[in-house]
């Protein structure tokens, strides 16, 4: 056997292990290198080479995902202290809005000098009704942060 076939086999083994060749060829192949120790070698480096880089490459995935996993977990966490805390807000205003209302609407109405029902009216326009719909606006909140979110991720 040349050295000619040798390269034949190792051209072989490369086709090999990037996809595969036809049946008779890997036949062929087998049986070359159970007799040829010098082809077997570099069948074996070049197997332990793809297998190397294939771990490589799920190692780089895995680490990648992980990564991007943390990123929108935090992201997510981020979204929901806000939501909480813009909530909690809008609670306490309208809470406050209607507790300045019954306790000083009287004192208010003889400071401006107007209509106890003039303050209740101008409390309910100007604090407790724009609180209440900021209150009524957050369960829509996270659905357009999400939104903008997605928004980001594609730019
Ligand atoms: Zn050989």
């Not at 197997?47 to 799920?58: D, E, I, K, Y």
């Not at 995902?65 to 996993?69: D, E, F, K, M, T």
């Not at 401006?112 to 209509?115: A, K, T, Y």
């Not at 029902?117 to 209740?120: K, S």
């Given at each position: 056997?040349?050295i000619?076939d040798?390269?034949?086999f190792?051209?072989?083994?490369d086709?090999s292990l990037?996809?595969?060749i036809?049946d ?7 049986e ?10 570099y069948h074996?480096?070049s ?12 190692e780089?995935?895995?680490?990648l ?5 943390s990123s929108?977990?935090?992201s ?7 939501w909480?805390?813009?909530s909690?807000?809008a609670?306490?205003l309208t809470?406050?809005g209607?507790?300045?209302?019954l306790r ?5 109405a003889?400071v401006?000098?107007?209509?106890r029902?003039?303050?209740?009216e101008?409390l309910?326009?100007f604090?407790i009704?724009p609180?209440?719909c900021?209150?009524?606006l ?7 942060g999400?939104?903008?979110?997605r928004?980001?991720?594609?730019i």
């Open positions: 056997m040349n000619d040798h390269e034949r190792r051209r072989m083994t086709e990037a996809g595969g036809a008779d060829g890997e036949r062929l192949l087998r070359h290198l159970d007799t040829c120790t010098g082809c077997r070698e074996d480096a197997n332990r080479v793809v297998a190397g880089l294939r771990g490589f490459s799920f780089a995935d895995a680490s995902n992980a990564r991007v996993l929108l977990r935090r997510a966490q981020r979204g929901r202290r806000r909480v805390w813009s909690a807000a609670v306490v809470m406050g209607t507790l300045v209302d000083f609407g009287d004192l208010m003889s401006f000098d107007i209509q029902m003039q303050v209740r101008g309910l326009t604090w009704v609180s209440l900021v209150l009524m957050f369960p829509l909140l996270p659905l357009l999400k939104a903008g979110t928004r980001e991720e594609r």
